[in-house]
């Protein structure tokens, strides 16, 4: 708990997840504690059984900083789920610890989610180390959407069309707007609203955690806003790397069209949701 803070005053909730990332959990703690927040916050640091050391580097470095090890990997939407239910602040920020935050990220978030309270989920403008945009606000998929980006399928005109549709390639990345849904590296959410809506549906384990929230957000009355005032680097791991290229990539695409079967499934009986 930083900042003298006793839990009826906590304001944020900072939610790591990890799992074998406790070089970069360390970076990604180091560049919060240097963040200007003028408000009490607690960090929460939760590590999805990967026997890496963790535990000895959070004793060593932050033994003020409240670490959750799981029994077993819960996958994205379980593991941050342990989080966020010891959360104590009346905002929640979860944020992959391939975030880095710059001096004013995260007040500047919290300042405009407390203002707009019709904001169910505020994500910020996400950039490579390089600075250069990365995608992470969507229109909603088409039904094989989800084919395309994992598959050769990809490269035909018309699906590639299709994912730069999805991408919204065709706005600016420079104004503050809402927007079907944001991926899940790094946003904040009202605890009220998590109390409301419920969590991550843990029926994902990887990939649709972060659409399905956000559908659940625009059903529920809250708007997903993607937030270009404030940005964050994100140190996206390049996981299909060197000779495990083919296996890697394999299992991430069974992983992603599964996530995106159980999506279907789940929402199958409901009207086509807007567009925003």
């Given at each position: 708990i930083c900042g003298g803070a006793t839990r009826d005053s906590m304001e944020i909730s900072i939610v790591i997840l990890s799992y074998k990332m406790k070089r970069l959990v360390k970076n990604c703690?180091?560049?919060?504690?240097?963040?200007?927040?003028?408000?009490?916050?607690?960090?929460?640091?939760?590590?999805?059984?990967?026997?890496?050391?963790?535990?000895?580097m959070m004793r060593e470095r932050f033994p003020d900083i409240r670490l959750i090890v799981s029994d077993s990997n819960l996958g994205m939407g379980g593991g941050n789920n342990l989080g966020i239910r010891e959360?104590?602040?009346?905002?929640?920020?979860?944020?992959?610890?391939?975030?880095?935050?710059?001096?004013?990220?995260?007040q500047k978030m919290y300042n405009y989610i407390?203002?707009?309270?019709?904001?169910?989920?505020?994500?910020?403008?996400?950039?490579n180390p390089d600075r250069t945009l990365q995608f992470t606000c969507y229109r909603w998929h088409e039904p094989?959407?989800?084919?395309?980006?994992?598959?050769?399928?990809?490269?035909?005109?018309?699906?590639r069309r299709q994912i730069d549709h999805f991408l919204m390639k065709d706005f600016d990345h420079q104004q503050t707007r809402e927007v079907d849904?944001?991926?899940?590296?790094?946003?904040?959410?009202?605890?009220?609203?998590?109390d409301e809506i419920g969590l991550f549906d843990e029926d994902f384990f990887m990939y649709f955690e972060d659409?399905?929230?956000?559908r659940r957000m625009w059903q529920a009355g809250y708007k997903v806003v993607y937030f270009t005032e404030t940005e964050v680097i994100h140190m996206h791991m390049?996981?299909?790397?060197?000779?495990?290229?083919?296996?890697?990539?394999?299992?991430?695409?069974?992983?992603?069209?599964?996530?995106?079967?159980?999506?279907?499934?789940?929402?199958?009986?409901?009207?086509?949701?807007?567009?925003?």
């Open positions: 703690i180091r560049a919060i504690q240097e963040s200007n927040i003028d408000v009490p916050y607690e960090i929460i640091v939760v590590d999805n059984a990967s026997d890496d050391g963790i535990e000895e959360a104590q602040g009346k905002y929640v920020l979860v944020m992959n610890p391939d975030i880095f935050v710059f001096e004013n990220s995260i407390k203002k707009h309270t019709e904001i169910g989920l505020l994500s910020p403008r996400l950039l094989l959407t989800p084919l395309y980006r994992r598959t050769f399928l990809g490269k035909l005109p018309w699906a849904w944001c991926q899940g590296s790094c946003f904040m959410v009202p605890k009220a609203v998590f659409t399905d929230l956000c390049r996981m299909s790397r060197g000779g495990l290229l083919k296996i890697l990539t394999n299992k991430l695409t069974r992983a992603h069209i599964r996530s995106w079967i159980k999506y279907i499934l789940k929402h199958r009986a409901e009207p086509r949701p807007p567009r925003h």
